[in-house]
């Protein structure tokens, strides 16, 4: 897959299986369906810094187009990164991907940031051969939208030129996930209850014997919203699980994480796991072909724990490219469960949220005679990722700190997940608001009492931090930088800062009660107790891995039960969601609603119900 862009942002890069009948759900039949590939993510925006044009587009194969076959396309969506710097610019459908010679072609009259929906003034009908459909844009900066997933070629098309008849530049493939571009189709005969399966978020491993989840990802590739999956599980080709999902709402072309339930692998080795959708909203899928998902060798064994990974993450408020860095981590977290993160505000000067121990932290940097320091950073598990990809933006990594970069961090979270523990960490916090006193405790234990086989290492040391979100406060790069929502920042470390010696009895070890008073200004709704156990070499930071980690909220212990955080109101003033709607049921003032990035989206003042 080839980068055409000189200059690229990067960076930031249950219950048991049962069986059951399912009536039909009941479903509003649809005359119109969106087609793409992307997650509608605007997560990677790509250009030059000169003013040139940029055709891009995705292909709908003849397989399926000839689903779709006398059905018609009557809109096209795109996103860009930003306002063109000329407003001279078109939509196109093709059954080759030409240079100018399109079968169909609009002018666009006006195209602003974000995602904009073109109405094509004639529809344009699908005859069932293969087709193409895109934009073409003229403009510099960062102008190119692609989601930063996975690389596919059916929705990377990408041509720049200076003039574009010049038969010269060749259209080719853009590394960065798939553009994002939708097409809605409208017909008397569309599918109506059809799914992909696109991925599984069951880990490389299980404990045998235990339940382990089943989660799927799945995109709603037909006309009806999906009320109801049904799907079956097999490992090594034999029936483990029947699942009914029967709480869902899935919209069109929607990608959603499915929770089908929990299977039991009794067996220890390793085992192929396949899950199959049968049913949608009741109705046999309208599509197999893509209902399936295989994933190989899982290892199963007695002794294996479940591992959260710890994501540490150096950044500091005056670091302008952080924010990038803050958006692939957060993209690349919402597709993966397990993994904790924590920040430490240092390696690039200091900021208000900086503490010693994080400063202390920037030897994971080097590799114990030489480093190199640099925000962001990141490590997982505090261990060092080079044999991997991991670099530090060039080179392969001194140490176990990285720079995160969008084209790999996904796969190193899944190298890093893929690992299973054999210890288990157990955080046990409890919280009095009424004097603001909070107190931890860790314990756990390895398999078979066996400690010198399953905890490596000469010094096991225990960690505990204290970590607090929704911070607000400046961030240089980011959209608003006097207003930024700093999440996952360290604020305290109970242990010593490289933590405290564990001791093991038959198998098993027991922390004291660590305590300390919350400061005023810290809200403890917002604050989380992370623990880890992970060995020590003061002389070597690539020997300091992370044996297991865990993390629990303390608004889930607090002592009372009920804790007032911020908000003075009554019964007579909520704020509540109906139907994707924020609703007030009073008349604020004023108001602002901020996204998961801590960016204004929106302000308002002397509103008046809403």
Known sequence: ???????????????????????????????????????????????????????????????????????????????????????????????????????????VERVD????????????????????????????????????????????????????????????HQSGGNINIQVVVQGDHLPQNDLAVEGCLTKSYAKTGEPTPIKIWVRNTGAAEIKSIEANAYIDNSLCGEFIADNIDIKRNQIALVNLGDILVDVNGLHDLKVTVSKVNGMDDENESDNSILKKNIVCKKEYSNRKVLLEHFSTMKCV?????????????????????????????????TIDASNDYTFFYSNGSQTSVYAPGCMLDRTNMSKYGATD???????????????????????????????????????????????????GQVPDEDVNRYVKGDDTRLNIFLIEDSIIGYQAGANNPQRYFHNAAIRQVLTSIWGDSVVFDIGKYKSREYECILPETWNPMQMHVVAFLSNYNPLNPNDCEVLNANAEDIRNVIASGVYDASLKT??????????YCLVLDYEPSSYRIYNLNGELVLDGANCGRR
């Open 393 to 443: 933006g060039s080179e392969s990594t001194l140490g176990p700190v990285f720079f995160p970069q969008r084209t790999n961090f996904g796969h190193l979270l899944d190298e890093s997940l893929s690992r299973p523990a054999y210890v288990t960490v157990d955080v046990k916090p409890t919280y009095d608001p009424t004097n603001r006193k909070l107190m931890v405790g860790v314990s």
């Open 321 to 353: 490219n952080c924010p990038t860095a803050h958006s692939t981590i957060d993209d690349a977290l919402f597709y993966r469960e397990d993994v904790i993160h924590v920040i430490h505000h240092s390696a690039y000067g200091t900021d208000p949220l």
């Open 113 to 172: 940031s974000g995602w904009n929906k073109i109405i094509l003034d004639k529809p344009f009908e699908i005859s069932g051969e293969e087709l193409f459909v895109g934009y073409r844009l003229v403009s510099s900066g960062d102008i190119f939208s692609m989601d930063g997933r996975e690389d596919n070629e059916l929705a990377n098309f990408i041509r720049l030129t200076q003039d574009e008849n010049d038969s010269t530049c060749a259209w080719q």
């Open 1 to 107: 897959v080839m980068s055409l862009f000189f200059k690229i942002s990067y960076l930031a890069a249950g219950g048991i299986p049962y069986v059951a009948v399912v009536q039909p759900t009941s479903t509003v039949y649809s005359d119109s369906l969106i087609f793409g590939y992307s997650d509608n993510k605007m997560a990677l925006n790509l250009g030059l810094d000169i003013e040139v044009g940029i055709q891009g587009g995705i292909q709908l194969t003849e397989e399926f187009s000839k689903r779709l076959k006398g059905n018609k396309i009557t809109e096209i969506w795109f996103a860009v990164g930003k306002v063109p710097t000329k407003q001279h610019n078109y939509v196109f459908i093709s059954k080759k991907l030409g240079l100018v010679d399109f079968d169909y072609k609009q002018a």
């Open 570 to 579: 009554d019964a007579s003033r909520t704020v509540r969601i109906e139907k």
